[in-house]
């Protein structure tokens, strides 16, 4: 069974920063991209980032583009999220989550496996 648990997440003020990690289990591990999502109250599942099994290739939305870096420790079996300069519409549950393949999609139906989630909290 693919286990995914996400933590760090927390209350912060606007311009903070904030790290979440996401554990997964071995049997989760593969060389499929992995990715982290967001949902805010009242919104859709958005994408945020994915990287790819080496770490070597990143993708993210532009709205979190200088701001939010993904990476990996394939060793601790283990995904990152440093997050900067957050801002109140960074309020959301983030998700980490691993693909159906390799593709660095930003589809929410890309992505087969998915952890609890993680609460982020902006205030202004």
């Known amino acids: 069974q693919a286990q995914l648990v996400e933590s760090g997440g927390g209350l912060v003020q606007a311009g903070d920063s904030l790290s979440l990690s996401c554990a997964f289990s071995?049997?989760?591990?593969?060389?499929?991209?992995m990715g982290w999502f967001r949902q805010a109250p009242g919104k859709e599942r958005e994408f945020v980032a994915a990287?790819?099994?080496?770490?070597?290739?990143?993708n993210y939305a532009d709205s979190v583009k200088g701001r939010f870096t993904i990476s990996r420790d394939n060793a601790k079996n283990t995904i990152y999220l440093k997050m900067g300069r957050l801002k109140p519409e960074d309020t959301a549950v983030y998700y980490c989550?691993?693909?159906?393949?390799?593709?660095?999609?930003?589809?929410?139906?890309?992505?087969?496996?998915w952890g609890q989630g993680t609460q982020v909290t902006v205030s202004s």
């Open positions: 071995a049997q989760t591990f593969s060389i499929n991209a």
């Open positions: 990287i790819n099994w080496a770490g070597s290739i990143s």
């Open positions: 989550a691993r693909g159906s393949n390799v593709q660095l999609s930003t589809e929410t139906a890309a992505y087969e496996f």
